[in-house]
């Protein structure tokens, strides 16, 4: 088995850290460049930065914390939120970023991950989803933050995914988002299962025991989380000290 990779997620909104449950009810929570440096000094494997609203307000993603977080710390990067072009993925690369994730836009220009993935290669291209149950057995995908059900098939969508050329993919489920409840097994066995590249899972991590039960019932390749490590409940070197007890690897420094 591969290392698992464990990752703090950071929304941002207005350039401070936000944190809500199932896209709602969001409140401020710090500031991102000090909370990067913080997980950066735990032995977080990689950091997410989302800006959260940068679709939906239909502006850029917020290049000027991506700077001076890049300065402050050495793990891989990855940043998203209002990313819609070529030019976009470029100053986004060059501000520091080490990856970039694409969302609402790939759904909206699915050639955007090809251009991405030929042009930078695909070790730069995460595509971001959010998720929900259709109530028909399925799961559709929504854009604009969780704000606008596209009635896009989840699983047909993966498979476009991979085809067009990302490297990853990260799976956020909207139904488990911020409930502190458990990631979405099945959600994210649907998605594992159709797919060769890396799943991170996101959405619904409560509790240490998450993150073995999401590595031991799934192919997920790294586990996400906000609230956990925002809130100062866990820290990263804390589960990945536990999931060693659990026999689960996972990167040393």
């Not at 735990?42 to 300065?71: H, M, N, P, W």
């Not at 159709?194 to 192919?219: H, L, R």
């Not at 070197?237 to 690897?249: A, D, H």
Request: hydrophobic content about 40%.
């Amino acid at each position: 088995m591969l290392a698992k990779r464990i990752i703090p997620c950071l929304d941002v909104r207005n350039g401070k850290v936000v944190k809500g449950v199932n896209f709602e009810g969001i409140k401020d929570v710090g500031n991102p460049v000090e909370y990067a440096q913080e997980y950066n000094r735990q032995g977080a494997d990689e950091l997410v930065f989302y800006d959260i609203t940068a679709s939906y307000e239909g502006r850029g993603v917020f290049l000027d914390v991506v700077r001076e977080t890049a300065k402050k710390v050495f793990v891989p990067l990855t940043v998203g939120g209002g990313i819609s072009t070529i030019d976009d993925f470029r100053n986004t690369l060059r501000a520091g970023a080490d990856k970039v994730s694409i969302n609402s836009s790939a759904v909206k220009n699915p050639d955007l991950i090809k251009q991405g993935a030929d042009i930078f290669g695909s070790q730069c291209v995460v595509v971001g989803i959010d998720a929900k149950r259709d109530g028909k057995g399925g799961y559709t995908v929504y854009i604009n933050g969780g704000r606008l059900d596209m009635h896009l098939d989840l699983i047909e969508w993966v498979r476009t995914i991979e085809k067009f050329g990302a490297g990853e993919i990260c799976l956020n489920s909207i139904d488990t988002d911020g409930t502190r409840n458990g990631f979405d097994i099945d959600m994210l066995n649907a998605v594992c299962n159709e797919v060769s590249i890396p799943v991170i899972a996101s959405g619904g991590c409560g509790k240490i025991e998450d993150f073995s039960e999401v590595f031991n019932k799934t192919k997920a390749s790294a586990g996400l989380s906000a609230s956990l490590f925002h809130f100062k409940e866990l820290t990263v070197s804390q589960v990945k000290e536990y999931l060693r007890g659990e026999n689960i690897p996972v990167r040393t420094r």
